[in-house]
């Protein structure tokens, strides 16, 4: 199975700031990595898939970057909603496993 | 518009059994590869199966392999998850989602069913 560790597991920034998460495969996944977001008692939000797609409806201010085993999701400008955890999904191979999470808080 | 609405979850002893359904709408259910993924309190997504659209072919996390059967109603739109010899560390959230092709993302999921395993 694919392993998929994400860093930081926890961060605090402010309103503003620009942030970035990233997600290693344990081998590679070629592009086919896809970051969610999560707030409390709600179902995950697709952001970006395979690597660099940003969903449809989701603001510019998220990007993602990568391929092979080593991505990055970045909010160019922490906004007072994008407080929540943010997991990234490997569908490479099936089990279609997640990395364990990263929550952004407010400093 | 896409719908996933899961149902039949609750509280179960250890050792018990339980199945979960999710109900489709809104798109062509026979097309799609569908998943479960669950979120114990606290922690994170865990995929938990997936099924192929016509259930050629079918897949399973480790840990539940042997005890939960996943399945699929094309007719009815539904997706099920069986699960038996349910232990205290199957207690989660429950999402139903649906797979976009090849790129094996997944846009839509439903809300959510709470399974508690306790006495």
């Known amino acids: 199975d694919i392993q998929m560790t994400q860093s930081p597991s926890s961060l605090s920034a402010a309103v503003g700031d620009r942030v970035t998460i990233t997600c290693r495969a344990s081998?590679?996944?070629?592009?086919?990595l896809n970051w969610y977001q999560q707030k409390p008692g709600k179902a995950p939000k697709l952001l970006i898939y395979?690597?660099?797609s940003l969903q449809s409806g989701v603001p510019s201010r998220f990007s993602g970057r990568g391929s092979g085993t080593d991505f990055t999701l970045t909010i160019s400008s922490l906004q007072p909603e994008d407080f929540a955890t943010y997991y990234c999904?490997?569908?490479?191979?099936?089990?279609?496993?997640f990395g364990q999470g990263t929550k952004v808080e407010i400093k | 518009e896409v719908q996933l609405v899961e149902s039949g979850g609750g509280l179960v002893k250890p050792g018990g059994s339980l199945r979960l359904s999710c109900a489709a709408s809104g798109f062509t259910f026979s097309s799609y590869t569908m998943n479960w993924v669950r979120q114990a309190p606290g922690k994170g997504l865990e995929w938990v199966s997936s099924?192929?659209?016509?259930?050629?072919?079918?897949y399973y996390a480790d840990s539940v392999k042997g005890r939960f059967t996943i399945s699929r109603d094309n007719a009815k739109n539904s997706l099920y998850l069986q699960m038996n010899s349910l232990r205290a560390e199957d207690t989660a959230v429950y999402f139903c989602?649906?797979?976009?092709?090849?790129?094996?993302?997944?846009?839509?999921w439903g809300q959510g069913s709470l399974v508690t395993v306790s006495s």
């Open positions: 989602a649906r797979e976009h092709g090849r790129d094996g993302y997944s846009h839509y």
């Open positions: 081998q590679s996944i070629s592009f086919y």
């Open positions: 999904q490997q569908s490479y191979s099936t089990p279609r496993t």
């Open positions: 099924i192929s659209s016509s259930s050629s072919y079918i």
């Open positions: 395979v690597a660099s």
